[in-house]
């Protein structure tokens, strides 16, 4: 199956609703809804995989930072779940990480639930994020997270 890579900053109905479903799969309750990713699309920086029929298979978005245009915040990133543990992920995030640095962007943050094992096998040994911090509480009691940096 051939992957292919894109940024998206028009949203159609059909990628919207696509994407949405990503999310879902991954997130559920906590997923981004709408009124987060068209502003991301608008504004931000949102990438797509997609299958070799064109449909969404995994995306990320990033924000750029207001203290510092040089620096970018991977807000989410998601692969269906069929698709996972193909190297998409991290093929998307090359994507992204390259295209980024066409806009000025030198250094990316992210922040991961130190339990998330795949998200870190693929932040820290696959793209060479490294551990910079680690808060506790960041989103609420018990919601622990690893602040990751990684200059581009
Ligand atoms: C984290 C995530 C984006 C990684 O995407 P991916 O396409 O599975 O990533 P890769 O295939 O490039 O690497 C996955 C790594 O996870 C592990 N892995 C192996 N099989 C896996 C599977 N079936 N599913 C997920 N991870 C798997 C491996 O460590 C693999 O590294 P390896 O190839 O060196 O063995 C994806 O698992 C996902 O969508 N998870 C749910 C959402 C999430 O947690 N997002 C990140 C937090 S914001």
């Known amino acids: 199956m051939t992957i292919t890579f894109r940024?998206?900053?028009k949203p159609s109905a059909e990628l919207l609703s696509n994407i949405l479903d990503i999310e879902q799969e991954a997130?559920?309750?906590a997923a981004l809804n709408e009124y987060v990713i068209v502003p991301l699309m608008r504004y931000g920086?949102?990438?797509i995989a997609v299958d070799e029929d064109d449909v969404p298979v995994a995306c990320a978005y990033f924000m750029r930072s207001m203290a510092d245009i040089s620096v970018a915040y991977l807000m989410s990133v998601a692969v269906l779940p069929?698709?996972?543990g193909q190297n998409v992920g991290t093929a998307l995030l090359n994507y992204a990480l390259a295209n980024?640095?066409?806009y000025g962007i030198t250094r990316v943050m992210l922040t991961v639930d130190p339990a998330n094992f795949n998200a870190l096998s693929v932040y820290r040994e696959k793209l060479g994020f490294t551990v910079v911090d680690s808060v506790k509480d960041e989103y609420g009691?018990?919601?622990d997270r690893l602040v990751m940096s990684k200059d581009l």
Do not use: C, H, I, S
Request: hydrophobic share 40%.
């Open 7 to 9: 940024a998206v900053d």
């Open 27 to 29: 997130f559920g309750d």
């Open 45 to 47: 920086k949102v990438y």
């Open 82 to 84: 069929m698709f996972r």
């Open 100 to 102: 980024l640095k066409r």
């Open 141 to 143: 009691p018990g919601e």
